[in-house]
């Protein structure tokens, strides 16, 4: 059901702070999470091999975490460390096998495939994040719907005009045609709209009384990264002081068949102050928050209605149908 030879976001790097044990199902596999002493992230898997308990559970002793069922104490390379009351050496089996970890661009992955296949220059470019001429806001959060259902919402933006009419939605967003087009792996959709009324989150940023000009131009790479590229200036205007843009990083990582890890970002390269910034992060938390109660519905009537997900496609639906059709193809060549 899931592509494994990929880099998912795990975590944000503020989870792991003050020595925390994160345990975090991952591709339907329960992960554990942890930040060395010298500051390294490790991930292994959070059972414990001696009886399957959860080492999230437990308790950590330096760089060791012990497990708090029978006290066995594993370090952060997976080995067994310490047995209580036994003399003897573990056994070499008794071990907690390690996913591939790195940190990058202010988030931390893991690689869930074959160990020899990760590799660092595969991590999806979200350099914006870490780029101090853009400011960012980000967050994680929790969805109770299938990842491919967050992916779809984020590929077609005419639910802009619907689901945030009050903060970021116009009727020029639904009106407007996206063309939406495919290279290999990587799908594309653009949407041009000229002469539109700013919305609401727009004015309250700028202070945009009039009409803008506007793009969307979105970015998937699978399994489930997108880049969102936003850009709107007054029409007519040539100032670049005038411009708002930003980029929107959703990071989708599945935890099981019907929930979803959500980790998102939201850089800008205007404005730096303070109260810009808790703008954009309250402004785009709502905006998400009412895309996952969309989300959660959908899943509701997915789950219980017979037939529900015969789905009659329209033209909007480009974008996210090219996004499925690269992982049904990614998916039948891991399997082959």
Same mark, same amino acid.
């Given at each position: 059901?899931? +592509?494994?030879? =990929?880099? =998912?976001?795990?975590?944000?790097?503020?989870? +792991?702070?003050?020595?925390?044990?994160?345990? &975090?199902?991952?591709?339907?596999?329960?992960?554990?999470? #942890?930040?060395?002493? !010298?500051? $390294?992230?490790?991930?292994?898997?959070?059972?414990?091999?001696?009886?399957?308990?959860? +080492?999230?559970?437990?308790?950590?002793?330096? !760089?060791r975490v012990r497990c708090l069922y029978h006290g066995l104490e594993f370090g952060p390379d997976g080995s067994?460390?310490?047995?209580?009351?036994? /003399? $003897? $050496?573990?056994?070499?089996?008794?071990?907690?096998?390690? =996913?591939?970890?790195?940190?990058?661009?202010?988030?931390?992955?893991?690689?869930?495939?074959?160990?020899? !296949?990760?590799?660092?220059?595969l991590i999806p470019d979200f350099h914006w994040n870490d780029d101090p001429d853009w400011y960012p806001v980000g967050d994680y959060m929790h969805l109770d719907c299938h990842y491919q259902l967050?992916?779809?919402?984020?590929?077609?933006?005419?639910?802009?005009? #619907?689901?945030?009419?009050?903060?970021?939605?116009?009727d020029a967003v639904s009106e407007t045609p996206a063309i939406a087009s495919r290279d290999g792996d990587h799908v594309i959709v653009e949407r041009i709209m000229p002469g539109c009324p700013a919305p609401p989150f727009y004015q309250k940023l700028k202070? #945009? !009384?009039?009409?803008?000009? &506007?793009?969307? &131009?979105?970015?998937?790479?699978?399994?489930?990264?997108?880049?969102?590229? @936003?850009?709107? @200036?007054?029409?007519?205007?040539? /100032?670049? /002081?005038?411009g708002l843009e930003y980029r929107v990083l959703c990071a989708i990582t599945p935890e099981t068949d019907d929930t979803t890890h959500f980790f998102w970002a939201v850089p800008r390269n205007f404005n730096p102050e303070e109260p810009v910034t808790e703008m954009m992060y309250q402004g785009s938390k709502a905006v998400f928050e009412e895309d996952i109660d969309v989300l959660n519905r959908q899943q509701e009537v997915l789950d219980k209605v017979e037939g529900a997900a015969d789905w009659q496609n329209i033209q909007s639906d480009a974008g996210a149908v090219y996004a499925r059709r690269v992982v049904e193809v990614l998916l039948a060549k891991e399997a082959g």
């Open positions: 059901m899931f +592509l494994r030879n =990929y880099w =998912y976001v795990a975590a944000m790097p503020p989870e +792991l702070d003050g020595g925390a044990l994160l345990g &975090r199902w991952i591709l339907g596999e329960p992960v554990l999470l #942890y930040r060395t002493e !010298d500051g $390294a992230v490790t991930a292994m898997k959070d059972i414990c091999p001696h009886r399957s308990a959860r +080492l999230s559970a437990g308790e950590r002793d330096g !760089d067994c460390l310490r047995i209580p009351a036994q /003399d $003897a $050496a573990p056994p070499e089996g008794l071990r907690v096998a390690g =996913y591939p970890v790195a940190e990058k661009w202010r988030l931390i992955w893991v690689w869930m495939g074959a160990p020899e !296949d990760a590799d660092e220059a967050l992916a779809d919402n984020l590929m077609d933006l005419s639910h802009e005009a #619907y689901v945030h009419r009050g903060t970021i939605g116009t202070g #945009y !009384d009039g009409p803008i000009d &506007r793009m969307h &131009r979105i970015h998937f790479d699978p399994p489930a990264t997108i880049m969102i590229e @936003s850009k709107s @200036s007054p029409s007519g205007s040539n /100032d670049p /002081d005038d």
